[in-house]
């Protein structure tokens, strides 16, 4: 008998943390997954409780352990990325988990976007001056709660701070540390200027750690809580986005995953960091020698909720089929209708959390199968734009690969193939995350020889091949969808500007007695 290989993913996402069990085939064993709120507690706050968020990484893993019959050979991590936690001197949280979703620093991020050094600090760092980035909050911390910013001995993300609780050691993989704007990704360091502009030093920071990192272990306390022998190996991990590549075998350069579940994300797997001249990518570290190039966009499927909600109600919660049923009816390009889906502001390519969303092109001629469409033909829009941007990068695209709640539907997926001119790939379920979370520590634990074999242990179910009529009419109206952009910059900003002075949306009319 040689070693256990069997290696548990973690993967601690934004609502739910889910812990997956898998051997070395690739083969799924146990899953279990413990959800928790995001709290909005005032306009532009997304935040956590940590150790709430600890407490589901533990009961879910506890959860497995219990239901498999294999030894387990060590625990690997994927997570959210951009989460900034404050910790005093014992590793007690002074602020909550203040999550990529939060958008309280936009003012900062502005402020140092406009300035030459804003972009130099994208293109060193690989992460763009948005307001989901941990540095553009400190800086928030800094100005708007200084008495707390000088109390707090640890900057850390939510998963350093459960790293901590679980192997009493502090410390930060190259991924996550790549999406915090403070490390240097050229010299895999933290970055003076950057730690000047967040008011910070090193000593305020995790230890910088390969990927593939292997903890000293359990603790004893953890051993108990986790119903695991003390001493398992914790292999540190990564970043959710470049785990999801490894999840759906987009392993080698030019191997594009895209992803549309509540937001959207495209991104290629490259052998060396750079971001493209302008800006419009970010740059985030897998390893060593395989890094992610790519955008992330903030409205994926929460359009179709949304359209669902304002303009088809009477079919009720969860009527994703009537809808695309109704979108079906409209013709390719939506009879000249664009819809800008920037309902959630928006990040990728233009990393502003200025716009708003709009309708442009409206006639008496479009009804509701016009309006549902155009949603989804902008969300595919916008990856279109992201993946130019992964072009202009140098980047070559050779393949995508797709996954997410959205690839369930006939209809979505033609329209992204569509959008994008180019076959889409649409692997069998995979956990995207957490099943990459689990070959990197097969990997780290000598159990494979290399993360390369996820492209073998990934089957395809479906290609999907571009319609040329289709592809050609999307293709003429990109241009437009992306010049309506730079168009409505100066109205989003004297909409902010008004926002204040205008009423608040009227209550819910109550229903006849």
Known sequence: MGDPAVVVG??????????????????????????????????????????????????????????????????????????????DAGGTPLTPSVTWADSRASAQAERL?????????????????????????????AEQQPKLHERVA?????????????????????????????????????????????????????????????????????????????????????????????????VHPGEVACSIGTSGAMRVMVERPGVDPLGGVFCYALTEQRWVVGGAINNGGIVLQWANEALAPELGEHAEEELLDLAARAPVGSGGLIMLPYLLSERAPHWSALPRGAYVGLTHGHGRPHLVRAALEGVCQQLALVLASVRAAGNEVREIRASGGFARSPLWRQILADALGMPVRFPAGHEGSSFGAALLGMQALGLIDSIEVAADLVRIE????PDPTSAATYAALLPLFSELYDALVPTFASLRRLAPSLPPEPPPTAPPQ
């Open 462 to 465: 479906e290609t999907v091949h």
């Open 154 to 250: 640890h900057w850390v993300g939510i998963k350093e701070y459960v790293l901590l609780r679980l192997a009493e050691t502090l410390v930060i993989d190259h991924s996550v540390a790549s999406a915090t704007g403070l490390m240097d990704i050229y010299r895999l360091a933290w970055d003076a200027e950057a730690l000047g502009i967040a008011g910070i030093t090193e000593e305020q920071l995790p230890q910088l750690v390969p990927t593939t990192h292997v903890l000293p272990g359990l603790t004893a306390e953890a051993a108990v809580a986790t119903g695991l022998p003390a001493g398992t190996p914790i292999v540190v991990g990564a970043g959710d986005g470049p785990l999801a590549n490894l999840g759906l075998g987009a």
């Open 113 to 141: 976007r406009a300035v030459p050094a804003g972009l130099a600090l994208h293109r060193r760092t690989g992460t763009p001056v948005h307001p989901m980035a941990p540095l553009p909050k400190l800086v928030w911390f």
């Open 10 to 87: 973690v993967d601690i996402g934004t609502t739910s943390t889910k812990a997956v069990a898998y051997d070395t085939g690739g083969r799924q064993l146990a899953t279990h997954s413990i959800g928790y709120p995001l709290e909005e507690p005032h306009p532009g706050y997304a935040e956590q409780d940590p150790v709430r968020i600890y407490d589901a990484v533990v009961g879910s893993i506890r959860a497995v352990v219990e239901e498999l019959r294999e030894p387990i050979a060590g625990l690997s991590f994927s997570t959210a990325m951009h989460s900034l936690i404050g910790l």
